[in-house]
């Protein structure tokens, strides 16, 4: 808050409110920390500080458990694939075009000579694939120095060599004048292994994380809804275990799905789910506590059982986060899917020759009502 008396009474608030419920402040406080803008750190600081001092342990843990999810959240393989992608289509679609535009241009000019030009081209390509040096470089380093964990071990040995050969081979080509789409043939490859490898349904924690995999009756409560913490009194369940393995669910972020063992021996799921930002997310779902109390609140709201249907949902920065997951319930994208299928079925039925183009053919496709669909029998 822009008033300093205001700011200072919210800020002694939070931090009365952390040294009662600590398990209401612990997350937002150690995530906002390293996430939160120059001006409103210092004030993220001062909460994370006075919880250290109170429940040391508490945020140590909470800190360590918060770095190995954004470990796991975006693996290697992920990210490669999605840098590739990018560097792909930049390069064919623009950089590789305007290399040979100045080329020509370079060309065209008389007063240059032989060496001067080649010369001249060779800075060039040099200043124009420097954006994609950098991303490449950058996934590299990521490859070569992150060797912590036994995942991260044999990626570096499956794939260091080739990204290191391919980068190589893109930062200075043999001839600059001939450079065309075949510089990207190398990632096109690499892309197409890690692509195959990366299809992998589970993967065992102690792999990628032996941290959370030795994690044993810890103080972190499990991430829940804010509301249910209702007194000082109330038992806070902590994270005993993780289970031994991590499932990956095949959508476009590849989310995670792991299952905490609670203290009071009951097992929580949730989606860890990477490159999204779950703030807004977040936002949402604490609008809905209120319009749930609001509702508690209303006699008759209560005798018609009038409520939001909400979950958890806990940012561990500004890429990933956990959502808390719902039993019993089904993706909007699976019901999506079931009815494409059923579509694409029946618009093939039983007897049709799609591939015949006699005359004859297309006017028995036309008038062969009542045909059954070959899947879900309904008459087409």
Same mark, same amino acid.
């Given at each position: 808050h822009p008033e300093a008396f205001v700011s200072g009474q919210v800020m002694g608030l939070i931090k009365r409110i952390g040294r009662d419920h600590p398990s209401l402040t612990v997350y937002p406080a150690v995530v906002d920390t390293c996430t939160a803008n120059e001006f409103e750190q210092p004030q993220y600081h001062q909460i994370v500080t006075d919880l250290r001092d109170h429940f040391p342990a508490l945020v140590k843990e909470v800190t360590l458990m918060i770095s190995e999810f954004s470990r796991i959240a975006t693996m290697w393989e992920e990210r490669c694939i999605v840098t590739l992608r990018q560097v792909q289509s930049d390069v064919a679609n623009s950089r590789l075009r305007r290399i040979k535009e100045e080329i020509k241009r370079v060309d065209r000019n008389v007063t240059l000579t032989t060496e001067e030009k080649e010369e001249f081209i060779k800075e060039t390509y040099e200043s124009i694939m420097a954006p994609i040096v950098v991303k490449l470089e950058r996934l590299l380093k990521d490859l070569e120095e992150n060797k912590i964990t036994p995942y991260e071990r044999r990626i570096s040995e499956i794939y260091g060599d080739l990204l290191r050969s391919a980068f190589n081979s893109f930062k200075k080509p043999q001839d600059y004048r001939a450079v065309d789409q075949h510089i *990207?043939?190398?990632? @096109?490859? *690499?892309?197409?292994?890690?692509?195959?490898?990366? @299809?992998?349904a589970l993967y065992k924690l102690s792999s990628l994380s032996p941290v959370l995999a030795n994690t044993k009756s810890s103080s972190i409560p499990i991430p829940t809804l804010q509301s249910q913490v209702s007194n000082k009194r109330t038992r806070v369940v902590t994270?005993?275990?993780?289970?031994p393995t991590i499932a990956v669910l095949p959508s476009k972020t590849k989310p995670k799905k792991i299952v905490m063992r609670g203290s009071n021996g009951s097992k929580y799921t949730y989606l *860890? @789910?990477?490159r999204e930002d779950l703030h807004l997310d977040e936002r949402i779902m604490q609008f809905l506590t209120i319009v749930n109390q609001t509702l508690d609140r209303s006699s008759e709201?209560?005798?018609?059982s009038l409520r939001a249907r909400n979950y958890a949902v806990i940012p561990i920065s500004t890429s990933s986060g956990l959502i808390q997951w719902v039993e019993?319930?089904?993706p909007l994208f699976t019901?999506?899917?079931a009815w494409q299928k059923k579509y694409s079925c029946c618009a093939n039925p039983v007897g049709v020759n799609k591939s015949s183009s006699s005359r004859k053919t297309r006017a028995?496709?036309?008038t062969n009502y009542g045909t059954k669909c070959r899947f879900c029998l309904c008459v087409v």
């Open positions: *990207l043939e190398p990632f @096109k490859d *690499l892309m197409k292994r890690v692509t195959r490898n990366s @299809k992998r994270i005993q275990s993780f289970e *860890l @789910k990477g709201a209560a005798s018609r019993h319930s089904t019901t999506y899917k028995r496709t036309r």
